[in-house]
């Protein structure tokens, strides 16, 4: 690894275990449904704070990290729903659209397999929906 490059990575390293220890010290009771609940989505402005110019300000921007984002917990399948649903959340927010975020969930299923596929899917589904209910 080059230089710079460890050094950003020492430096995410370092933000996320600082974060990690601002939320809750030892993480024990750590539930990510309750922190959806609290957090249903982040303004735009935060999400590319969070997400796209605070870890690589030349890198990619906060869409296109919620993208891969999403991509990854396909790949868990069910063990990642809410962390799952609240990333589609945000990257609609980000501008990412449903015809986008499905693309990247479909494009997992060679990886993750067809039901973590299907699962994702559905999740996004439910997602779509309650995000056009909520538009009205």
């Given amino acids: 690894m080059t230089d710079p490059f460890t050094k950003m990575f ?4 370092s933000q996320g275990q600082e974060m990690a220890r601002a939320f809750n010290p030892a993480l024990e009771h750590f539930d990510a449904r309750a922190l959806e609940k609290m957090f249903p989505t982040m303004p735009a402005d935060m999400l590319e704070m969070w997400f796209g110019k605070t870890f690589n300000r030349d890198g990619l921007d906060a869409k296109t990290r919620l993208l891969v984002t999403i991509a990854a917990l396909t790949v868990q399948g069910a063990m990642a729903e809410p962390q ?3 990333t589609i959340r945000h990257a609609i927010e980000a ?3 449903p015809r986008e975020i499905a693309e990247v969930i479909y494009q997992m299923g060679m990886f993750g397999g067809l039901p973590a596929m299907q699962k994702a899917l ?6 779509f929906t309650e995000t056009e209910g909520n538009s009205e």
């Fill in 95 to 97: 501008g990412a659209t």
């Fill in 84 to 86: 799952l649903r609240l």
């Fill in 10 to 13: 020492q430096q995410m390293m």
């Fill in 122 to 127: 559905e999740i996004a589904r439910g997602v």
